[in-house]
Structure formats: C-alpha cells, structure tokens
T-cell receptor
Framework: GAVVSQHPSRVICKSGTSVKIECRSL??????MFWYRQFPKQSLMLMAT?????????EQGVEKDKFLINHASLTLSTLTVTSAHPEDSSFYIC???????????FGDGTRLSIL | QKEVEQNSGPLSVPEGAIASLNCTYS??????FFWYRQYSGKSPELIMF????GDKEDGRFTAQLNKASQYVSLLIRDSQPSDSATYLC????????????FGTGTQLKVEL
C-alpha cells in the first residue's frame, strides 16, 4: 500500500520551456503532498506543501510564479516549472501523506535537465 | 533554524556486521522521526519511523529514540551489500504542518 507514482521520470528540454510533473497517490487519498528538489550530493530541500483544493504553501526562497503547483484532487498534484533554465536542472521528488502523522511516501522522482 | 545532523560518512562495515547510523536534531518540539534509505539516483524509501522513546524493531532494523538527548539512531543487523545506500534521517515538527526536515544523510558501504 501507499504507492506514489510520479511522471515523467526524466525530462530533457531546451531553456525557456515549461515542464509539468505529475504526482499521483495510487491506492490512497492524499490530504497533503510535498514537492522537494535535490541537487547532486545534497539532501532533499522542501519546495512547497500542497493541500487539496487550496493554494500551495511555498518555502522561503522558492518562487511561486516559477514553480506552479496545483492540487486539484485528493490523488493528483502537479508541479509546473515555468520558463525553465539550466539552473533549474535537478531531481524533483514528490511525496504524499494520507492522514495526519502518517509517514510521507515518495514518488520515484523526476530528473530534469535543461539544456 | 531547525537542524538535523548526520555524519556524512562513508561508514564502511563488513557483511554480516551491525551498522549503526546516528542522527541528532535541534528542535525539542519534534514529534516524529523517520529513517529513509536512498539508493544513488533514486528517491527515498521509508525504512522505519518512531514516535516514542526507546527501541522499535522491524526485521533487521532497529530504530532508537532518546528525546532527552535529542538523538535518534538506526541499527542494521546482519548487514548485506544490498544495504549499501545513503540513509536519511528526517524529523517532523507537528507544529510545522507535517513538514519533514532532512539530514544530509550517511552513506553506508557494506563490504564483502
């Protein structure tokens, strides 16, 4: 149980392109989803917390206009990296929880490479 | 600033030995504690979670929590080469809306 699916697993695109990443909870309803970014040899950095039907809460230093998050249903959240540039190249990972205090379960991640 | 500290390693242990991974945290209000395993190029995978002081065992894994010392550890018995990975300690402050603060991880190498 507690399976989180993330798509796509890898994206390579040109600078200036917008990229959408989907995160789905397959066998549970996710009250909250989280979006992380991880640079090589560094730990996970939380970008934003997403609750179904409400606006995402962004961490300090994360540009909300650049990283658009939509959590339209209890099983789907999307992250759109708008006008991506090479410095946005990273490993983006989502996670989801079903109930308060339950562990976060992670998707497989999306490796984004901007040329 | 809430902090979670881990020794980056690498920690090398021979196959069959016990691997001991340690983590300290700065926020006394922390409520829940998690250990994740992350293989290179992959996303984290939940290994254990612990909420109360003491030990919690699950197969070859034992999590230990000491809130007074603000210390949480993970023991891996009968270590296998497949256990070689980076182990991330994560701490949840309930007042923070279930957000996790991650340590930088300890790289474990289990050698044949």
């Amino acid at each position: 149980g507690a399976v989180v699916s993330q798509h796509p697993s890898r994206v390579i695109c040109k600078s200036g392109t917008s990229v959408k990443i989907e995160c789905r909870s397959l066998d549970f309803q996710a009250t909250t989803m989280f979006w992380y970014r991880q640079f090589p040899k560094q730990s996970l950095m939380l970008m934003a917390t997403s609750n179904e039907g409400s606006k995402a809460t962004y961490e300090q230093g994360v540009e909300k206009d650049k990283f658009l998050i939509n959590h339209a249903s209890l099983t789907l959240s999307t992250l759109t990296v708008t006008s991506a540039h090479p410095e946005d190249s990273s490993f983006y990972i989502c996670s989801a929880i079903s109930l308060i205090d339950q562990p976060q379960h992670f998707g497989d991640g999306t490796r984004l490479s901007i040329l | 600033q809430k902090e979670v500290e881990q020794n980056s390693g690498p920690l090398s242990v021979p196959e069959g030995a016990i691997a001991s991974l340690n983590c300290t945290y700065s926020d006394r209000g922390s409520q829940s504690f998690f250990w994740y395993r992350q293989y290179s190029g992959k996303s984290p995978e939940l290994i254990m979670f612990i909420y109360s002081n003491g030990d919690k065992e699950d197969g070859r894994f034992t999590a230990q929590l000491n809130k007074a010392s603000q210390y949480v550890s993970l023991l891996i018995r009968d270590s296998q080469p497949s256990d070689s990975a980076t182990y991330l300690c994560a701490v949840n402050d309930k007042g923070g809306g279930n957000k996790l603060t991650f340590g930088t991880g300890t790289q474990l190498k289990v050698e044949l």
